[in-house]
């Protein structure tokens, strides 16, 4: 089992930064893939991006070009914790998110992840 708990989100103006983080718990963490998605209201949620076990390859939506260049994943094995380090933020990046685990390589679906956190409200002001 792997517990997941967001955070970092909250309410920034346009232009800003945030780095959200998502810390793990359970003894497979470290062999899991990591993904963040969003959901806007209204909106379906969506894939954000993932990180493999090690953080050797990551891998980024590409159905949008609105996050390319302004979003970065990464993680920190030592302290079980996935960032995503959002800049440029944009009012269109308001949305709940959320970090899902999954063990095995990284996939951009969510019905390929296992484990699921609660998600943390990132909202942008204009």
């Known amino acids: 089992q792997v517990q997941l708990v967001e955070s970092g989100g909250g309410l920034v103006q346009a232009g800003g930064s945030l780095r959200l983080s998502c810390a793990a718990s359970?003894?497979?963490?470290?062999?899991?893939?990591v993904g963040w998605f969003r959901q806007a209201p209204g909106k379906e949620r969506e894939f954000v991006a993932t990180v493999n076990w090690s953080g050797s390859s990551t891998y980024y939506t590409d159905y949008t070009n609105s996050m390319k260049g302004r979003f970065t994943i990464s993680r920190d094995n030592a302290k079980n914790t996935v960032y995503l380090q959002m800049n440029s933020l944009k009012p269109e990046d308001t949305a709940i998110y959320y970090c899902?685990?999954?063990?095995?390589?990284?996939?951009?679906?969510?019905?390929?992840?296992?484990?699921w956190g609660r998600g943390t409200q990132v909202t942008v002001s204009s």
């Open positions: 899902a685990a999954r063990i095995g390589g990284p996939a951009p679906h969510e019905s390929n992840y296992d484990y």
């Open positions: 359970g003894r497979t963490f470290s062999s899991c893939s």
